[in-house]
């Protein structure tokens, strides 16, 4: 079974696909962190364009299960860089829409999620998994949460690492990624026509695993193989 969730930035989309993913049995790839690791290598080396493509064409991003969390590296000319926790700096976050907005590195990524997801038992999350990467998914989920809970519940997180950070710089931030992934020309940030939406806004963790384990329960039992 392939599960696609797309969503905007703190509508929960990570914390419920891991969860979904141990209850499944299924691989989780968070596309996002992809991205991320793009926006990075564009920070730190000031690579911009065709180079940045080319840097990107020639690396390979890789998720290793570690006690429960995942690792994000980056394998470039034989050396592998942990990048788990340097793709989650506010600096990245402010970065990463504009990056992915260019279509050379959405080719590249595409493919290589295209690639992953053939294992047939996955969820992925991002932001165009249901519309381009896996349109055939069998479970298309989009999340939502209205922008003042998507941030809170991101400024909660941030907190910890970042003592400094303001609840004003979050929304900022969330508000800002929002409207570039939404008025992108490739692949904008959009609920597939199949998709069930969920506003999880109010609502817990467990209570949005449990509405979206109804809509694999009804595939199941209208005699789909998942
Ligand atoms: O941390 P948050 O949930 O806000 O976002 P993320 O899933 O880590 O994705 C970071 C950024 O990557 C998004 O704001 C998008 O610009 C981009 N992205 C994308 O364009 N397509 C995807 N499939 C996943 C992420």
Do not use: W
Not at 88 to 96: F, I, L
Not at 181 to 191: F, G, Q, S, V, Y
């Amino acid at each position: 079974m392939r599960i696609a969730i797309d969503g905007p930035g703190g509508s929960g989309k990570s914390t419920i696909s891991k969860i979904l993913a141990k209850k499944l049995g299924l691989i989780y790839i968070d596309t996002g962190a992809m991205y991320r690791a793009c926006a990075y290598v564009s920070l730190r080396f000031d690579l911009h364009g065709d180079a940045l493509k080319e840097f990107i064409n020639n690396a390979e991003i890789d998720f290793l299960q570690d006690d429960g969390t995942q690792r994000v590296s980056m394998l470039f000319q034989g050396s592998e860089y942990d990048l788990t926790e340097a793709i989650r700096t506010p600096q990245v976050s402010a970065k990463v829409s504009e990056v992915a907005a260019d279509k050379r590195i959405r080719e590249i990524l595409t493919k290589k999620q295209k690639n992953l997801a053939s294992r047939k038992n996955v969820i992925m999350d991002g932001r165009d998994i249901g519309t381009v990467v896996i349109p055939d998914a069998e479970v298309k989920i989009f999340l939502n949460a209205s922008v003042d809970e998507r941030s809170h519940r991101r400024y909660t997180e941030l907190k910890e690492k970042y003592p400094d950070i303001s609840y004003d710089e979050v929304k900022d931030d969330l508000m800002k990624r929002d409207e570039t992934d939404i008025k992108r020309e490739t692949a904008p940030l959009l609920k597939a026509e199949d998709a069930v939406e969920i506003d999880t806004t109010g609502l817990s963790v467990e209570e949005v695993v449990q509405e979206i384990m109804k809509t694999v329960k009804k595939k199941r039992a209208a005699g789909e193989n998942i």
